[in-house]
């Protein structure tokens, strides 16, 4: 059965995101990752917000645009309760979070459900079905933005690490999540 995976690249004070979702602050740290380049073969399918989805991305426009800079492709789930009229290939719209994550895993196989989008990995926590997470820290403050989580009145989540990788534009910090 897939593992649920949310990966991420945050500053170092927190945030996924700038102010208003500004994702323009990610381009200098975008530099080679081996852990994320050689994650891609292991993602069977993405779990994205629907604000992630139509979001800011930093490459638009470029041939990296896209999940991991372009390189990862297949089925992707959206969790939104606003799907667009027009079919989009290779995605699918989904309007509850148990629905969505069961399609995914079943698309993903023994590979990663790769979870984009602060809120939807906060849902997959809240459901018990966030396995592992990957935060790459870029050495940057934003100040403001979207946190990496956030949970209204506060909630201790115990997680044991599985690995550390230092690089010259950022580190990975590799994490289990223990129930």
């Not at 930093?58 to 800079?69: H, L, M, S, V, Y």
């Not at 993903?108 to 990957?134: H, I, S, T």
């Not at 956030?150 to 690490?161: A, I, Y």
Request: glycine share 12%; aromatic share 8%; net charge negative.
């Amino acid at each position: 059965m897939a593992r649920v995976l949310y990966s991420v690249t945050m500053s170092l004070d927190g945030f996924i995101a700038g102010p208003g979702g500004d994702m323009s602050w990610l381009r200098p740290y975008l530099g080679p990752n081996p852990e994320a380049e050689a994650l891609v073969a292991d993602i069977g399918a993405i779990l994205v917000g629907a604000r992630t989805y139509s979001g800011d991305d930093p490459n638009r426009g470029t041939d990296k645009e896209g999940a991991f800079e372009g390189a990862w492709h297949g089925p992707q789930f959206v969790l939104t309760h606003h799907p667009p009229e027009t079919p989009v290939e290779g995605v699918t719209f989904v309007g509850d979070l148990a629905t969505a994550l069961a399609a995914a895993q079943e698309a993903a196989g023994d590979k990663y459900v790769n979870v984009l989008g602060a809120d939807v990995a906060r849902q997959c926590l809240e459901a018990g079905a966030l396995d592992e997470v990957l935060t790459i820290v870029a050495p940057v403050l934003l100040g403001d933005g979207t946190r990496l989580f956030e949970q209204s009145g506060g909630r201790q989540v115990p997680l044991e690490p599985v690995r550390v990788t230092e690089l010259p534009h950022a580190t990975n910090l590799w994490f289990r999540v223990l129930r």
